[in-house]
């Protein structure tokens, strides 16, 4: 298949998304049990400072928590037939521990799937990219996340590649606003990022709110400002995204 950005790269299977899953419903009874539903309107597909598709999307998810355990599924699906090619059908899991100050340590997987028209279909072995992730939050007295997946794929010479995505971020309130700040890079060359080498590829801010519209209904509203000041194929661009989330 062909990646959204028109960068040819070979896939891993799907057979370690399935049995990560399978392994958790057959490990036994857990203490708490949870699930969730919902999904976002975006305006635009931003990813890692990417555009995927280069139209508003819907973006419905699933998730299924276990104690610290959750796992589930995510897509994103272009409201436009010419962005169709950059749908996105996810699997992922993450475990996180929480200390008693308040910190957190995730460890967590991930198996993208991009299912466009003339994509790969879903059990070929070049249709998936895994990621593996691990992700530390601070405590309230020192809110800062750190972030890092190394994506496990190949170029089109059959050649691996293992970029690693780093992204460092800030919470802080402005009235009724939470603002997020955030900066992201990518360690090495890679077709799946469309960089050459070491790139800085998202910069960028999110305001989030609450927009009340009834006593009893105030979806989740936020506004990005989004720039991929790298030199790649896809960088040197600029975004501002609104995205409004539903759930039960």
Known sequence: MMHPLN?????????????????VVIAGPVSAQSASIGADIVSRYVWRGLDFGESMSVQPGLTIAL????????GSY????????????DLWATYTHE???????????????????RADKFRDKDAHTQEFSVAVSGTEAFPVSLYAGMLLDENEDGEAERPIYFEASVPFMAGDV??????GAVSSKSGFYATEGFALVNLGITGSAELPITDSF????SVSYIVNPS???????A??????????
């Open 7 to 23: 960068t040819p790269v070979r896939r891993c299977g799907a057979i370690a998304a399935a049995a990560l899953i399978a392994s």
């Open 239 to 248: 975004f501002l995204v609104f995205a409004l989330s539903l759930s039960p």
């Open 178 to 183: 939470e603002i997020g700040l955030h900066a």
């Open 78 to 89: 272009s409201i436009s037939a010419s962005g169709a090619g950059a749908n996105e059908n």
């Open 67 to 74: 104690g610290g355990l959750e796992f589930g599924a995510w």
């Open 218 to 221: 105030a979806p989740p509203v």
């Open 231 to 237: 030199d790649s194929e896809s960088g040197n661009r």
């Open 99 to 117: 200390t008693a100050s308040g910190a957190s340590f995730a460890v967590g997987f991930t198996d993208y799937y991009f299912p466009g028209p």
